[in-house]
Nanobody, 125 residues
Framework: QVQLVESGGGLVQPGGSLRLSCAAS????????LHWYRQAPGKQRELVAG???????NYSDSAKGRFIISRDNAKNTVSLQMNSLNPEDTAVYYC???????????????????WGQGTLVTVSS
């Protein structure tokens, strides 16, 4: 079994910063590209940032210049440093990966399109 667990969400004032983290649990052999998505109330889920297995990053227009995505392959984690937050950034943030390979003594399993449960970020005075 594999699980993605986000942390770091909370309440922050406009102009402030937050750092989100996501850790993959289980007997992880490899993780493909990692992403951060978000979903605001009444809106569709959107891609915020992504990072490939070898560290190439991409950002949405709204995130570019304010957010930084990074990963630690040794720890099976991905982070999103969010700066200059505004109320429009309020959303549930989800980490996601295209593929996770999990191994055990008796099996090798590939999990596709894996999502975390999300962490709420609220930007408000």
């Amino acid at each position: 079994q594999v699980q993605l667990v986000e942390s770091g969400g909370g309440l922050v004032q406009p102009g402030g910063s937050l750092r989100l983290s996501c850790a993959a649990s289980g007997s992880i052999f490899s993780i493909a590209a990692l992403h951060w998505y978000r979903q605001a109330p009444g809106k569709q889920r959107e891609l915020v940032a992504g990072i490939t297995s070898d560290g190439v990053t991409n950002y949405s227009d709204s995130a570019k210049g304010r957010f930084i995505i990074s990963r630690d392959n040794a720890k099976n984690t991905v982070s999103l440093q969010m700066n200059s937050l505004n109320p429009e950034d309020t959303a549930v943030y989800y980490c996601h990966t295209d593929e996770v390979v999990v191994t055990s003594a008796v099996s090798v399993n590939r999990y596709l399109d894996v999502w975390g449960q999300g962490t709420l970020v609220t930007v408000s005075s």
